[in-house]
Structure formats: structure tokens, C-alpha cells
């Protein structure tokens, strides 16, 4: 029962590790910086996955785990100390993918035009629906780019 706990725990710790994509989401070091604004008009848009965090923390909590569950597994025999570094390794590469699938989410690759004819992409999350043809605001500077509608 502890087990299924701290899993949950470390599961919904995780969670809340993961950073917005989204369009309408800025981190507190973005707040009051002068962006940079262009028009433009969506050219193509294209479903993409945006890849989840890879920290040390689902891959350490992992670790931890496995090498409790692998020592208490053998208790008193000499293959305890084995079944804890066997279930230490295979706890952090656990604890790494469930952090990464945990954290993944869905975007969008939206293409645009700049009204100077220059084309460019950019990868958001995808909370925001935007069509072909759609004219939209290009928001840029400390180091980030997103597409919001007009």
C-alpha cells in the first residue's frame, strides 16, 4: 500500500514539474520585458508531440524506489544486496519514462508568412485552434516566440 502511494506521490509531483507550451503562458522572468510584435498570416498547421521533461528527479525517484522494493524483496539472504541494485537500476530507467511520458504534451507546428513575405515555424502547445489563413500576432524576445490570434 505504501508503494502505490509514493508512486501516486512522486507521479503527481512530476506533474506539476512540467512547463507550459502553451501560447498564453509566460514564466515569472517574462513578465514586464518589452516583446516584440509582428503580423502575419497562418500558412500550414501541423499536430507535433513536444517531448517531456528528462530531469534527474523521475529517474532518482525511481532509483529509490526500485532499490527498496528490490532489497525488501530478498530480506535476509545474501541476493538482497544484488535485488536492490538490480531494482535501483531498473527503478531509474522506470522513474525516467514515466517522467518524460508525464510531462509530454501535444502541439502544434504552426507555419506563418510575415507581411514581408518571410516565412517561418513555430512549436506551442496546442490550446489555442488556429486555421489556415487566420491573420495572428507574432510575440518574440526573451528568447521565446508565440502566435496568438489577431
Keep these: 500500500m505504501f508503494k502505490k502511494i509514493f508512486v501516486l506521490w512522486i507521479a503527481i509531483g512530476l506533474g506539476g514539474c512540467a512547463a507550459s507550451m502553451e501560447g498564453d503562458t509566460y514564466t515569472r522572468g517574462q513578465v514586464r520585458q518589452v516583446e516584440n510584435v509582428q503580423m502575419a498570416t497562418v500558412q500550414s498547421i501541423r499536430d507535433v508531440t513536444i517531448e517531456g521533461t528528462k ?23 545474501a ?17 525516467a519514462g514515466i517522467e ?12 506563418i508568412k510575415y507581411d514581408d513575405g518571410k516565412m517561418v515555424a513555430v512549436v506551442q502547445g496546442d490550446n489555442e485552434k488556429f486555421k489556415v489563413g487566420d491573420r495572428v500576432r ?8 508565440r502566435i496568438t490570434h489577431e
Design 138 to 145: 507574432v510575440i518574440y524576445g526573451s528568447g521565446v516566440t
Design 55 to 77: 530531469t534527474a528527479i523521475g529517474a532518482g525517484a525511481g532509483t529509490i524506489i526500485g532499490s527498496v522494493a528490490g532489497a525488501n524483496s530478498n530480506r535476509g539472504s
Design 79 to 95: 541476493g538482497s544486496v544484488i535485488a536492490s541494485v538490480v531494482g535501483a537500476v531498473v527503478g531509474g530507467m522506470a522513474g
Design 100 to 111: 518524460e511520458g508525464i510531462t509530454r504534451q501535444a502541439g502544434l507546428e504552426i507555419t
